[in-house]
């Protein structure tokens, strides 16, 4: 991969869904489909959205370890991000990734306690394309 900022973000801008990994409670690793990232800044730090009440902010709150992966289903291609999570609920951070349409996901607005902002930051990925596979740094 020649532009490893440029390859990553075409393909983590261009998907509508991605999927999150997490670790559960009993210690195995659960997969959700999520929309894409409302924000990313380069290809270390990606903005999503989500239910406060979900399992998945329970149980990044007991082990932050994630993955975010993006599918490029067209060339059959792909990038799995290996990171941390935060999840966010400062007025600030709900504030910065809300969305007209949002309301029908959380009925209460932008200030719904059922409402929070997962901050996933990137240490690591890999990178698969026509039948290969190869590691990177984020910096």
């Known amino acids: 991969m020649k532009d490893v900022q440029k390859t990553v973000g075409l393909i983590s801008d261009k998907q509508k869904?991605?999927?999150?990994?997490?670790i559960d409670e009993n210690g195995f690793p659960q997969v959700r489909a999520m929309l894409s990232p409302r924000e990313r800044e380069g290809i270390k730090t990606f903005y999503l959205s989500t239910n406060t009440s979900s399992?998945?902010?329970?149980?990044?709150?007991?082990?932050?370890?994630a993955c975010l992966?993006?599918?490029?289903?067209?060339?059959y291609r792909g990038v799995c991000l290996t990171g941390k999570?935060?999840?966010?609920?400062?007025a600030e951070a709900k504030e910065r990734l809300w969305r007209i349409g949002d309301k029908m996901?959380?009925?209460?607005g932008v200030t719904d306690?059922?409402?929070?902002?997962?901050?996933?930051?990137?240490?690591?990925?890999?990178?698969?394309?026509?039948?290969?596979?190869?590691?990177?740094?984020?910096?």
């Open 69 to 75: 992966y993006f599918v490029d289903k067209r060339f």
């Open 113 to 139: 306690p059922d409402y929070c902002v997962i901050k996933f930051t990137a240490e690591k990925g890999r990178y698969y394309s026509s039948f290969k596979s190869e590691n990177f740094d984020i910096e």
């Open 17 to 22: 869904v991605c999927y999150i990994s997490y």
């Open 55 to 65: 399992k998945k902010v329970d149980c990044f709150r007991a082990n932050p370890n």
């Open 85 to 90: 999570v935060e999840i966010l609920e400062t």
């Open 105 to 108: 996901y959380y009925s209460k």
